[in-house]
Nanobody, 123 residues
Framework: QVQLVESGGGLVPAGGSLRLSCAVS????????MGWFRQAPGKERAFVAA????????SYADFVKGRFTISRDNAKNTVYLQMNSLKPEDTAVYYC????????????????WGQGTQVTVSS
């Protein structure tokens, strides 16, 4: 049973930084890909970033390139999303997700989801 628990969200001023964490249990195979998605009110869930088991394959949405960094520590069963230079449009609920397979940007291809953590960026 895969379980994902996000933490680290909060309120931050524009230009600030946050680091989200996702504690992972049950997704231990070397094909376990982890992703971050976000959903703003009235919008569909959107891909943010994803990383393969070994961290050799990483993908970012264009709107976060150069500002966000995804990483994982398999020894600690944790995935991180370092978010810098935050903008008000980054305000959303951020979800951690897992899938068995290669890095993918499509949310429907992730079978496991956390409960989400709210990130609010004030202008």
């Amino acid at each position: 049973q895969v379980q994902l628990v996000e933490s680290g969200g909060g309120l931050v001023p524009a230009g600030g930084s946050l680091r989200l964490s996702c504690a992972v249990s049950g997704c231990t195979s070397k094909s376990c890909t982890m992703g971050w998605f976000r959903q703003a009110p009235g919008k569909e869930r959107a891909f943010v970033a994803a990383i393969s088991w070994r961290g050799t394959t990483i993908s970012y949405a264009d709107f976060v390139k150069g500002r966000f960094t995804i990483s994982r520590d398999n020894a600690k069963n944790t995935v991180y999303l370092q978010m810098n230079s935050l903008k008000p449009e980054d305000t959303a609920v951020y979800y951690c997700a897992a899938r068995e397979g290669i890095v993918d940007v499509t949310p429907q291809r992730y079978g496991y989801w956390g409960q989400g953590t709210q990130v609010t960026v004030s202008s």
